[in-house]
């Protein structure tokens, strides 16, 4: 059964002190524990072991050492959903690095967003928009001056974790191109210097 989207949100980044809330996200039942939200982080040390611990892991020490990962959607004091957004710099594997005008994976000011997590009960109550927009907000905050993304089309049979065009057209995202057959490469201009 669907749930409304709780009114009392709050949005947190991913952090030592919260680390265990965003474990208990991701194993909680359908959380994305498969990949700890890594494939695009991963060094290819940690990807030639290709598993949920390793993968675990590396996204525990990251967060340890202050790195950023991405932010916590809360209702109340329980993590209700996940948005990955963090510099492009700290992904080992840009995903638009065959896309012409895209930014340089080492600008700094260049951040992406790669994916998001809402739990079954919660998917189509705005959750998502929700988790863009504090993201969003969040990489401003960090003195990022864009943000890229990579939805994919409604029709998709996959990869609907990176979030669908409509809600980034919502923030005013711009197309830079397409990224396969199903996935856009999107940038939200977010006026930070």
Same mark, same amino acid.
């Given at each position: 059964m669907r749930e409304s989207l709780p009114a009392d949100l709050t949005f947190r980044p991913v952090a030592a002190s919260n680390w265990t809330d965003f474990e208990r996200l991701f194993e909680s039942r359908?959380?994305?524990s498969y990949c700890w939200c890594m494939p695009y982080r991963a060094t290819p040390e940690e990807n030639?072991?290709?598993?949920?611990?390793?993968?675990k892991e590396g996204m525990r020490s990251r967060v340890m050492a202050?790195?950023?990962?991405?932010?916590?959607?809360?209702? $109340?004091?329980? +993590?209700?959903?996940?948005?990955?957004? &963090?510099p492009r710099s700290t992904f080992a594997r840009p995903n638009t690095s065959a896309i012409p005008g895209a930014a340089c994976s080492?600008?700094?000011?260049?951040?992406?967003?790669t994916c998001?997590?809402?739990?079954?009960?919660?998917?189509?109550?705005?959750?998502?928009?929700?988790?863009?927009?504090?993201?969003?907000?969040?990489?401003q905050e960090q003195g990022a001056a864009a943000v890229e993304a990579y939805p994919v089309d409604p029709d998709s049979p996959s990869?609907?974790?990176? $979030?669908?065009? +409509?809600?980034?057209?919502?923030?005013? &995202?711009?197309?830079l191109g397409p990224l396969g057959r199903r996935r856009h490469v999107v940038r939200i201009d977010l006026g930070s210097e």
């Open positions: 359908g959380g994305p030639r072991r290709l598993d949920r611990t390793t993968w202050g790195v950023p990962v991405g932010l916590l959607a809360y209702a $109340g004091d329980d +993590p209700v959903g996940w948005c990955s957004i &963090a080492d600008d700094a000011s260049v951040w992406a967003l998001f997590f809402v739990p079954r009960r919660l998917r189509g109550s705005g959750l998502a928009s929700r988790l863009l927009r504090a993201a969003l907000d969040y990489a990869y609907g974790f990176g $979030g669908f065009p +409509p809600m980034f057209q919502a923030v005013d &995202a711009r197309e």
